[in-house]
């Protein structure tokens, strides 16, 4: 079955970067977009990135030049580099494919910038 595995979070002052991780199983990885989805407290959750199985990458307007997504087919693994962050990016960070129409979800990552 698909599963979607992410890593790296933590406690960060502002300003400090994190790597996050997404490792995933049970179909095909390099045929599906990748996408990074975030959640902050009291928000909807929102997306932040997404990657295509050949690497063309999109980021939202508000962490452009500061995150960035990549992708190891090979590791069936993506990434999230994150500088320069802000308390404003605390938030539970996820990855998600959809595959059959079907969003899958990893269990989430907490990143927290704060002080």
């Given amino acids: 079955q698909v599963q979607l595995v992410e890593s790296g979070g933590g406690l960060v002052q502002p300003g400090g970067s994190l790597t996050l991780s997404c490792?995933?199983?049970?179909?095909?990885?390099?045929?599906?977009?990748?996408?990074?989805?975030?959640?902050?407290?009291?928000?909807?959750?929102?997306?932040?990135?997404?990657i295509t199985g050949t690497g063309h990458a999109n980021h939202i307007d508000s962490v452009k030049g500061l995150f960035t997504i990549s992708r190891d087919?090979?590791?069936s693994s993506a990434?999230?580099?994150?500088?320069?962050?802000?308390?404003?990016?605390t938030a539970v960070y996820y990855c998600n494919i959809i595959r059959m129409w079907v969003n899958y979800w990893g269990h989430g990552t907490q990143v927290t910038v704060s002080s």
Avoid at 24 to 43: C, D, E, H, M, V
């Fill in 23 to 50: 490792v995933a199983s049970g179909f095909t990885f390099a045929g599906y977009i990748l996408n990074w989805y975030r959640q902050a407290p009291g928000k909807e959750r929102e997306k932040v990135a997404s």
């Fill in 73 to 75: 087919n090979a590791k």
């Fill in 79 to 89: 990434y999230l580099q994150m500088d320069s962050l802000k308390p404003e990016d």
